[in-house]
């Protein structure tokens, strides 16, 4: 089943698990600690916030060059900016969950259930409409906010959940080798360990080529994780979001009435 790699030096993949997201099972030691799965050595490449221009195809190339895999937490509303930049990362046999619709702190105080449910749902189902297909039911919260409600009910909905072992803190560094020294000097102290990055971010694209050079050289192995089912979108989302984004109005004028060209 594996894929041939053009790079015979490549990081690759050294393990692909399968994950039964029944009951909405969490990852990630900063906040869960029940399910231990990775031996030592091992690491998951995780990265949020995309898809975006320029960043996301640029960490996408670097993952080709070494032929591994990650897992994808696209936010909703990007992923109806550039469909097609999530399409590749799809295309690539890359794992893609969810970020929420609009990289809303589902734990913040004014958030009702209603609207983390609809930060949730509106999040999956705008994966879903970019890709053409059902995303995986694995889920990242914003800022690692786990709202205790919105927690039971990706449970209810079978999602798993993702937070970190290992925070890149890419988001904040000057530049790109500030992220390889922070996840190298973490992953050389813990040993293994999921790996929270961003490729929305332009230092994370830049730092990913050495990044995945020096996790080779450390000895480090990659795990891919997916899903053992794709997730049900529910009807309801996946329809008020193509409605949305027919951007309805009531003007009825034709195209020369309201456009007309002045300069050239
Ligand atoms: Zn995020």
């Given at each position: 089943?594996?894929?041939?790699?053009?790079n015979?030096d490549?990081?690759g993949?050294?393990?692909?698990?399968?994950i039964?997201?029944?009951g909405g099972p969490?990852f990630?030691?900063e906040?869960?600690?029940?399910?231990d799965?990775?031996?030592d050595?091992?690491v998951?490449?995780?990265?949020?916030?995309?898809p975006?221009?320029?960043n996301?195809?640029a960490?996408?190339?670097?993952?080709?060059?070494?032929?591994?895999k990650?897992?994808f937490?696209?936010?909703?509303?990007?992923?109806t900016?550039?469909?097609?930049?999530?399409?590749?990362?799809a295309?690539?046999?890359?794992?893609?969950?969810?970020?929420?619709?609009?990289h809303?702190?589902l734990?913040?105080k004014?958030?009702?259930e209603q609207?983390a449910?609809?930060?949730?749902?509106?999040?999956?189902?705008a994966?879903?409409l970019?890709?053409?297909?059902?995303?995986?039911?694995?889920f990242r919260?914003?800022?690692?906010?786990?709202?205790p409600?919105a927690?039971?009910?990706?449970?209810?909905?079978?999602?798993?959940?993702f937070?970190?072992?290992?925070?890149?803190?890419?988001?904040?560094?000057?530049?790109?080798?500030?992220?390889?020294?922070?996840?190298?000097?973490?992953?050389?102290?813990?040993g293994?360990?999921?790996?929270?990055?961003?490729?929305?971010?332009?230092h994370?694209?830049?730092?990913?080529?050495?990044l995945?050079?020096?996790?080779?050289a450390?000895?480090?192995?990659?795990?891919?994780?997916r899903?053992?089912?794709?997730?049900?979108t529910?009807?309801?989302?996946d329809?008020?979001?193509?409605?949305?984004?027919?951007?309805?109005?009531v003007?009825?004028?034709?195209?020369?009435?309201?456009?007309?060209?002045v300069?050239?």
């Amino acid at each position: 089943m594996k894929a041939a790699c053009a790079n015979a030096d490549a990081l690759g993949v050294s393990r692909v698990v399968e994950i039964d997201t029944t009951g909405g099972p969490g990852f990630g030691f900063e906040h869960f600690k029940q399910l231990d799965f990775l031996a030592d050595k091992e690491v998951v490449l995780t990265f949020d916030d995309g898809p975006w221009p320029s960043n996301t195809p640029a960490v996408l190339k670097a993952l080709a060059d070494e032929c591994t895999k990650a897992v994808f937490f696209p936010i909703g509303k990007h992923a109806t900016y550039h469909p097609e930049i999530l399409r590749q990362v799809a295309a690539a046999g890359h794992t893609v969950g969810a970020h929420t619709w609009s990289h809303a702190n589902l734990n913040s105080k004014k958030m009702t259930e209603q609207q983390a449910k609809d930060e949730v749902e509106k999040g999956f189902s705008a994966v879903k409409l970019a890709l053409g297909a059902a995303p995986s039911p694995f889920f990242r919260f914003p800022q690692l906010q786990h709202g205790p409600a919105a927690m039971a009910y990706l449970g209810s909905r079978n999602i798993a959940v993702f937070s970190c072992d290992l925070d890149s803190f890419d988001f904040r560094a000057k530049d790109a080798a500030q992220i390889v020294n922070t996840v190298m000097t973490k992953l050389d102290k813990q040993g293994k360990g999921i790996i929270l990055m961003h490729d929305f971010q332009k230092h994370t694209a830049e730092a990913l080529p050495t990044l995945l050079g020096r996790l080779k050289a450390g000895g480090y192995k990659v795990v891919q994780m997916r899903a053992k089912a794709p997730l049900q979108t529910l009807a309801e989302y996946d329809e008020g979001l193509v409605k949305d984004m027919k951007l309805p109005t009531v003007s009825t004028r034709a195209l020369s009435n309201v456009v007309q060209t002045v300069a050239q």
